[in-house]
C-alpha cells in the first residue's frame, strides 16, 4: 500500500475523509513527507531497509529511540496492511490516533470495541483499505482472525513490547508464547520484534520463543542522555519529593511511583492538598476510574500520576518530565523501564529515587517468600544486589547503569547526582568493623534499627530484654548519628558484607568475605553522606514562583509558548485527542525558536508532514505572526 491519504476532516467526530496524496516508497521520503522529519535517528535507517527488504528483526532501542518508525515506513513502503500487535489497548488507541493525524489509514482491533465497530475495521481490512492495523495479541490469535489474514496482502508484522514473551521480564504474557504461530502461518512476511528490555536472558528468551535466530538483531544506545538521574536517602521523603517538585517541576507532567496500593492514594491525596494536580492509579480500582485518571493524565497538562507499576506500559505521553520512585523498584531493569517513560521526546527530564534499608528488607523477603525454583531465586537475588550497587556506588550513575546493559559508556556523564556533586568517600574501616562486629554479638537476628541502637548505646526496653546493654559493643558507635549509621548499613549489604536475613524477619547475617575486615587486612571506603540537616520546605509558595521552560530564555518566548500551548490544548479537546498527537512540545519550541512566517518556512519544522501542514500551519502562523 504504498499510497498515503491525508484526511480532509478536521473534526475527530466527522466521518474520515481522505485525499490521495501520490506517494513514493523511498523511505526517507516518507520521513519527511508523513511524519515530519528530516534524517533517520540511530540505526532507523538501516533497520528500515532491512524490512523493506522482507528481513526479520529484533529491535533493541530505548524508549524515545524512535523504534515505532522502524515497522511504520516499511508497512508504508510495502505493499499491503502491517499488523502490529501490542499488549496494550490505550497504547494502540494513541498509536493509531498519532498516525492518523498524519494521514495514516491505521486502525485498532481489541477489545474495546463494539462488534459493529469491528466488523466495520475487518472490512477495510479485507478490501485492502489499511496501511496499518494494531491489535492485541488475544484477538490475532483467533483463528476468525488468523483466516482473515491468510485473506489480506500483508507487509509485515510488528510485535512491540517483545520483551512480553519472556519470563525473566517483569510483563510477561502468556498469550505472547503462542505468536510463534505467526512464524509457521505466514512464513515470507517479515517479523520485527521490539523492546526497550535490554538484558541477556529477556534477549536470548525473544528469539528463542519468537523464532528470530534467522533473523537480524539491531542494538541501539541504551544511554538516555537527557534524564538526569539521583537518589536520596529515604528518611523524610516526602519532603525532598515536595522540594524536589517545587524546585524543578512546578506544572510539568509527572510519575510518582509507590509499592501499594495504600501508599499511592494517600500521596496523591498528601500532593493534592500542597496544591497540585495529582491523580492517582493502581489495579484495585474500578476500570472506569482508572481509565479516567489515565485520559486525564494524556489530555490534560501539568498532571502528577501517584501509581503502583499497575501504570505506565504503553503510556507513550513523551512530555513526562519526571520520574519519582518512593519506593526501591524491583530491579535495575524496572527502574530503567519505569525511568525511561520521563522524556520521550528528548527534552531535559529528571528520574528521582528515595532509598531506604526498610525496602530491601521488604523485596528480600517478597523474594524467599514466593514460590519460585531455587534457580528464579537467585537470579531475583542477584537483580537485588545489582540494584543496591546502583543506588550506594560513588561513580558515575549512568556510567553504572549502562554497565549493566553491557554498555560503555567512556566519560562520566555530567548530568546525575554523582557526577554533579561529587561522592566524598571516607576511611570505614574501623566503622564496619563495629557494624559487624555488633551484628555478630546480636547473634546476627536483628535488622538496622536494633542494632543502631546498640553501637548508640540506647538503653531501650528491648536491649535490656536481651541483655545486649552488656556486650563489648554497646555504645562504640557514639561517634556517628543514627543517620549516619544507617548510611553505613546501606552500603554494608550493597557490598555483601552483610546479608538480609533470608527468614524473612530483615535481621542481618555476616557475609561471607567478612573475615578479612576482622583482620583488619582490608580497608573500606564507603561514601560520605551529605546529611541533611531536616530538609526544610523551600520558602516560596508553588502559586508565586513563575514556571519557566530551561530551554526558553525570555519572557516573550514563554509567553508565545504558552500561546500556543493552550492552542493546542483546545484543538486536541475539540478532537477528543491527547494534545501530543497534534504537535509535540518539540516541535512548539522550534516554533518559538524560529518563528516561521510562511506556510514553506513551517513545513520545515520537525514534525510537520503534509496532513499536518494542511491541517494546522493556518491556525498556528497566525499566533506567531500576532507575537511579531
Ligand atoms: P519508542 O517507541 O522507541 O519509545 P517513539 O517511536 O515513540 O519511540 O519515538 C520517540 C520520539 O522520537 C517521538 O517523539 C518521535 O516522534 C521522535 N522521532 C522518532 N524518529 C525520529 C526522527 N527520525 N527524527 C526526529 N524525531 C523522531
Ligand atoms: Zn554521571
Known amino acids: 500500500m504504498g499510497s498515503i491519504l491525508i484526511e480532509i476532516s478536521r473534526s475527530g467526530n466527522k466521518p474520515h475523509e481522505y485525499k490521495n496524496f501520490s506517494m513514493t516508497k523511498i523511505p526517507k521520503e516518507i520521513l519527511k513527507n508523513v511524519f515530519g522529519f528530516d534524517s533517520f535517528k540511530t540505526l532507523q535507517g538501516e533497520i528500515i531497509d532491512h524490512a523493506v527488504a522482507g528481513g526479520d528483526a529484533l529491535i533493541l532501542m530505548p524508549t524515545g529511540g524512535g523504534k515505532s518508525l522502524c515497522y511504520q515506513i516499511p508497512a508504508l513502503c510495502r505493499e499491503g496492511v502491517g499488523v502490529v500487535v501490542s499488549p496494550l489497548i490505550a497504547l494502540m488507541r494513541d498509536q493509531v490516533e498519532a498516525l492518523n493525524q498524519l494521514g495514516v489509514r491505521a486502525e485498532v482491533l481489541n477489545s474495546s470495541l463494539t462488534q459493529v465497530q469491528i466488523r466495520a475495521v475487518e472490512q477495510k481490512l479485507l478490501k485492502g483499505l489499511l496501511d496499518l492495523v494494531y491489535v492485541s495479541p488475544e484477538k490475532l490469535l483467533t483463528e476468525g482472525f488468523l483466516n482473515h489474514l491468510s485473506q489480506c496482502k500483508l507487509s509485515l508484522f510488528a510485535i512491540d513490547e517483545a520483551h512480553c514473551v519472556s519470563q525473566w521480564g517483569h510483563d ?294 536481651f541483655g545486649h546493654h552488656k556486650i563489648s559493643t554497646f555504645g562504640v558507635g557514639k561517634e556517628y548519628s543514627k543517620d549516619q549509621w544507617r548510611s553505613i548499613f546501606r552500603q554494608l549489604v550493597a557490598k555483601r558484607l552483610l546479608l538480609v536475613d533470608i527468614e524473612g524477619h530483615g535481621g542481618y547475617r555476616l557475609g561471607e568475605n567478612c573475615k578479612s575486615i576482622f583482620r583488619g587486612e582490608e580497608t573500606v571506603l564507603l561514601r560520605e553522606e551529605i546529611f541533611s540537616k531536616k530538609t526544610g520546605r523551600s520558602k516560596v509558595k508553588k502559586s508565586k514562583k513563575q514556571k519557566t521552560h530551561t530551554t526558553l530564555s525570555n519572557k516573550e518566548d514563554e509567553n508565545l509558548f504558552q500561546t500556543l500551548r493552550t492552542h493546542r490544548l483546545e484543538l486536541a479537546s475539540e478532537q477528543k485527542v491527547p494534545p501530543f498527537v497534534i504537535f509535540h512540545d518539540t516541535t512548539l519550541l522550534e516554533m518559538v525558536q524560529t518563528r516561521p512566517a510562511t506556510i514553506t518556512a513551517f513545513g520545515q519544522l520537525s514534525g510537520v508532514g503534509k496532513a499536518k501542514l494542511e491541517r494546522y500551519a493556518d491556525s498556528f502562523l497566525a499566533f506567531i505572526n500576532k507575537s511579531m
Open 172 to 465: 510477561f504474557r502468556p498469550e505472547y508464547l503462542k505468536l510463534s504461530v505467526l512464524k509457521d502461518r505466514f512464513a515470507n512476511i517479515p517479523r520485527l520484534a521490539l523492546t526497550a528490555t535490554a538484558d541477556g536472558p529477556t534477549r536470548k528468551d525473544i528469539i528463542e520463543r519468537l523464532d528470530l535466530k534467522e533473523g537480524r538483531l539491531f542494538i541501539s544506545g541504551f544511554d538516555r542522555p537527557n534524564i538526569k538521574y539521583s537518589i536520596v536517602s529515604k528518611d523524610n521523603s516526602k519532603h525532598k519529593l515536595l522540594k524536589f517538585i517545587e524546585d524543578n517541576h512546578v506544572e510539568d507532567s509527572g510519575i510518582v511511583y509507590c509499592l501499594s496500593r495504600a501508599r499511592v492514594e494517600a500521596t496523591a491525596k498528601w500532593l493534592t492538598e500542597e496544591g497540585f494536580k495529582a491523580l492517582h492509579y493502581h489495579a484495585g480500582m474500578d476500570k472506569f476510574h482508572r481509565q479516567t485518571n489515565q485520559d486525564k493524565f494524556l489530555k490534560e497538562e501539568g498532571i502528577i500520576m501517584v501509581a503502583t507499576i499497575a501504570f505506565g506500559m504503553g503510556i507513550d505521553k513523551p512530555d513526562v518530565r519526571f520520574v519519582a520512585h518512593l519506593d526501591l523498584p524491583k530491579s535495575l531493569e524496572s527502574y530503567y523501564q519505569e525511568t525511561g517513560r520521563a522524556g520521550r521526546d528528548g527534552l531535559k527530564s529528571a528520574a528521582w529515587l528515595a532509598y531506604g534499608l526498610e525496602d530491601v528488607a521488604k523485596i528480600s523477603n517478597f523474594i524467599e517468600s514466593s514460590n519460585a525454583k531455587e534457580g528464579q531465586k537467585r537470579i531475583e537475588r542477584q537483580k537485588l544486589d545489582a540494584l543496591l550497587g546502583y543506588c550506594e556506588t560513588t561513580r558515575c550513575r549512568r556510567q553504572v547503569l549502562l554497565e549493566y546493559f553491557d554498555e560503555k559508556l567512556l566519560d562520566p556523564c555530567g548530568n546525575c547526582d554523582t557526577c554533579i556533586e561529587p561522592v566524598k568517600c571516607f576511611d570505614a574501616t574501623v566503622a564496619t568493623q563495629k557494624a559487624l562486629s555488633c551484628v555478630y554479638k546480636t547473634e546476627e537476628r536483628f535488622g538496622a534499627s536494633y542494632v543502631i541502637d546498640v553501637l548508640l548505646g540506647n538503653n531501650t526496653e528491648r536491649i535490656t530484654n
